[in-house]
């Protein structure tokens, strides 16, 4: 399974998991610590992600991102302003996009090392989130795929950005389980809004399984925001049987799904303990390998 990630990731001078765990993962990935994955540039994608955050953002704040005027634009996610921050948010969005492509050739998982994403909104960064790479893969994903593109968030915090960016698109399903009610907003149409306060690891994992029996059947692709910022509340075996989960519907399903990383943080765990988390991610959609591989294809070649 690729998974997608280049420095650019951390090019953000501003240092904070969102701008470096991304480097620690990928580390973690090259020691061997996620068998069957290889990290992959997503280089090829990086003009489509310049084109797409210019579409998607308003032309005051990609300014302010490429050149950090005015300040306080520039910085809106959270983070002081440095030129990498803008090579951070091209190559994390060619990261999704990258993955977006591969889930659907291989019809099968990939993902990318990408993180600050759903707060975004168009005029500005909120909530240490940078560009809406998860709006501008399931925007994309409508132009790759028939029927429905979903995007799962379970991110411990809601996606007001992405509701804000995609809400009214009747192409792409919005399904946010958050554990927090930082950025919760009114969802449009069919999509849907949950935020649970305190749950037990079942009746959260009871809530996952609600959400994947909401995926319609038409759906061509699932974009999943798999933060780890429920935990401490929900354990770090109760997430590791979350991605269990997500993982195997979409592989039983034969729904291709693209993931990013969202939000964990080193509030009260170690940096190793945050890798730790992300790498049930990983390693749960690499256990499931695409059609093409587990089936035998009709030549009897691979
Ligand atoms: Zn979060």
New binding site residues.
């Given amino acids: 399974m690729k998974v997608f990630y280049n420095e650019a990731y951390t090019a953000a001078a501003h240092a904070f998991d969102t701008t470096r765990k991304s480097g620690e993962i990928a580390t973690a990935m090259d020691e061997g610590c996620a068998p069957g994955c290889e990290v992959v540039d997503p280089i090829d994608f990086v003009d489509l992600a310049e084109e797409l955050i210019e579409a998607t953002h308003a032309p005051a704040y990609v300014e302010a991102l490429r050149t950090g005027e005015p300040y306080d634009l520039a910085g809106s996610q959270g983070f002081s302003w440095d030129e990498g921050i803008w090579d951070m948010a091209v190559n994390s969005t060619a990261g999704v996009l990258a993955a977006v492509d591969e889930a659907l050739a291989t019809g099968g998982s990939s993902g990318s090392l990408s993180s600050g994403l759903?707060h975004a909104r168009r005029a500005g960064g909120v909530?240490y989130c940078t560009v809406n790479g998860l709006a501008m893969a399931a925007t994309r994903g409508t132009e790759l795929v028939s029927g429905t593109v979903v995007i799962l968030d379970l991110?411990?915090?809601c996606g007001g950005g992405t509701n804000e960016l995609i809400g009214g698109d009747g192409r792409i399903l919005h399904l946010d389980l958050s554990t927090?009610s930082?950025d919760s907003y009114s969802p449009d149409g069919d999509d849907e809004l949950t935020v649970l306060h305190g749950p037990s690891d079942v009746e959260y994992l009871e809530h996952v399984h609600g959400c994947l029996g909401r995926i319609p059947d038409d759906t061509g692709l699932v974009i999943y925001n798999a933060?780890m910022?429920p935990h401490p509340g929900v354990s770090a075996e109760g997430l590791a049987q979350r991605e269990r989960l997500v993982a195997a519907w979409c592989a039983r399903n034969s729904v291709p799904v693209a993931f990013v990383l969202?939000?964990g943080y080193t509030w009260g765990i170690t940096m190793d303990e945050l890798v730790d988390l992300h790498l049930h991610t990983v390693r749960a959609f690499a256990g499931h390998p695409s059609r093409a591989a587990r089936e035998p294809s009709v030549t009897g070649r691979p």
């Fill in positions: 759903h909530g991110d411990a915090h927090s930082f933060g910022d969202a939000g």
